[in-house]
């Protein structure tokens, strides 16, 4: 598969697998929505910047971004087992646990 078909394929899937709209990503991310729409539309390619925000709107990295589903690198096996229950939750699951993790680190 080319790139271009890879990363569109794969921003897809992300907004997909976790229910973001590319509207809501636009607003994650501060690329605007024609930006995404080319990159989706495979019309133009991500700077590795771009890819980065979008990555962090998802909660993943760039290693993981271009991983097989599933397949986390360098992980503990508690980390993958986290991290693929991570991509289940909803968006609003995913605010509720950010909230609890960032309450338990200032403690």
């Keep these: 598969m080319c790139m271009e078909n890879y990363v569109s394929a794969k ?16 607003q994650r ?3 605007s929505q024609s930006a995404l729409s080319d990159i989706t539309k495979m019309k133009k390619l991500p700077t590795i910047i771009t890819l980065e ?19 986390f690198l360098d992980l503990s096996e508690e980390q993958k087992r986290l991290l ?10 995913k605010v509720f646990i950010n909230t ?4 338990l680190k200032r403690k």
């Design 29 to 31: 991310t501060g690329i």
């Design 53 to 71: 925000k979008i990555c962090d709107a998802f909660g993943i990295t760039l290693a993981q971004f271009f991983t097989e589903d599933g397949e």
């Design 100 to 103: 609890c993790m960032e309450s």
């Design 11 to 26: 921003i897809l899937e992300l907004c997909a697998k976790s229910g973001t709209s590319k509207y809501r990503l636009s």
């Design 84 to 93: 693929q229950m991570w991509a289940t939750l909803k968006p609003e699951e």
